[in-house]
């Protein structure tokens, strides 16, 4: 099992850093190619560039429950519940306060 993992292409888990605005502010964002390549995908279903998408998520969650502790993990987090929705799952852990839309 462990093979499954091991033996991917190093380039999906090789970091990658972007820039954006966040509510107006410049910044950059770190996050692993994999997840980059699912927040890309999560904006084009919602015909948006990326940097909209993300600075549009974060300004949702600074209205729900305000600045995140960690914005890039929400991101990664984010990008789960997206490939759990895609494949017809949901593993939401309702336990931890994620809602289900």
């Known amino acids: 099992m462990c093979q499954v993992f091991a033996g991917q292409d190093p380039a999906r888990y090789a970091s990658r850093t972007r820039r954006l605005r966040l509510n107006g502010q410049s910044t950059s964002i770190r996050l692993e190619n994999a997840f980059w390549d699912i927040l890309d995908q999560i904006a084009e279903a919602d015909n948006v ?35 759990a929705q895609s494949e017809g799952t949901d593993h939401r852990d309702q336990s931890v306060g994620l809602a289900a839309e």
Do not use: D, M, W, Y
């Not at 993300?54 to 209205?63: F, G, Q, T, Y």
């Open 49 to 83: 560039s990326t940097p909209a998408f993300i600075s549009k998520l974060h300004s949702e969650v600074l209205e729900t429950r305000g600045e995140p502790v960690n914005f890039t993990s929400l991101l990664r987090t984010a990008c789960l519940i997206f490939v």
